[in-house]
């Protein structure tokens, strides 16, 4: 697989460049010169498979050529190696949960794999890989737990102070061994600024092998296309052929995904980019306007990201037809009060518990069959993270239904280990050069 930069279309680089650069010299993002066609025959059938070997058709047919077919198996075997069921709430409406990881998001996806892709192209005797990740909560936990123990790598992670829950913190600051976290006096944005400025250091890129781990990165974009594909075997299998999904978006990576393995051969009735307040999205495509701006915290706080990064890959994607775009993806916003109503309205009617993002994403659902009220489509909204990471937004009697996983449990016993740091670059610099 040879991929390009959304700045330059006539740069070619190898996936391993892609994998350890993150991002291209111009900053744009790295994106498959070819989008293969999936094997029709394999679409058909696709209810035979699971899980893993969905995995590795789809990871096949892009990276065939990098990694050879015995370690791509075994290496999704490692990465993949929980469950992402489409758990039916009523005839036509499912929810997609993908926090069956050690993170309790759905990040542990491209986090595991890319970090196993990293481990697999590092050579022994090679410059020790320094990872830097911004995060609003959910990167920052995929990450460390996905490099936790991974031999000639560092994690340093950034996240803001005070905007991100107790269970995130925990995941972000009690590993130790090669992951060390910074807590910036900041917002999301601010970390993130933090991170572009570190790549496009040329000192820091002397002194370091730097690489990122957000949702940026190509190896991190591949493996979420598999539990769409999953999905949609396991609405086939029970009798569904046609498939909307809801994906609650912030930097718009895992729809990003989804809108990949469309452009794969997965077939998708419609996509629908949920969002909060910080909503570039939706009011680009209702008014053709593209304005980034700075994010507002909300309760579904991994969605506060005012400008997706993920975007100028969805428009390459569609070759900037914003008109084609406007087909398959429908966008929706909504408030902090819409989405505390969300989760009580999916409480009573399904008696399910759903985090703020999942809410969205469920409201979204209910937006788009208003509107479209011939559309007899199943609907599957994406759940993203499990409700416990986000303990504040529920009311008392629905609190009392989440249940705590014991990857979570574990952790509270062990001490928080952060760094402090302002939002100004030379102090970040400085702190990394520090070693
Ligand atoms: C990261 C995250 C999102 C947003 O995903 P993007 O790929 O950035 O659009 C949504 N929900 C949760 C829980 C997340 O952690």
Redesign the pocket.
Known sequence: MKLYSTNNKDLRVSFKEAVFNSMPQDKGLYMPVEIPQLDPAFIENIEQYTLPEIAYQVASALLKDEIPADDLQSLIADAINFEAPAVKLDDKTFVLELFHGPSL???DFGARFMSRVMAYFLKDGEQLLDVLVAT????GGAVALGFLGVPNTRVTILYPEGKVSPIQELQLTTNGENIRAIEVKGTFDDCQALVKQAFADAELNARFRLTSAN?INISRLIPQTFYYFNTYAQLKKQGHNAVVFS??????????AGLLAYKLGLPVKQFIAATNVNDTVPRFLATGNYETKPSTQTY?N??D?GA?S?WVRIMDLFNQDVEALKKVVTAYRFTDEETLAGIKAIDNQFNYVA?P?TAIAYLAVEKYRQENPTDESAAVFLS??HAC?FPDIFPADIAVKIEIPEQVTALESKPKQADQLGVDFEGFKAYLLKG
Request: some cysteine; overall charge positive; charged content about 10%.
């Open positions: 998001a759905f990040k609003s909560g959910d990167t949702s994906v609650p978006s912030g930097n718009f990576g895992n729809i990003g579904s991994a969605m990201v997706p993920n985090c993002h993203t993270a990471k």
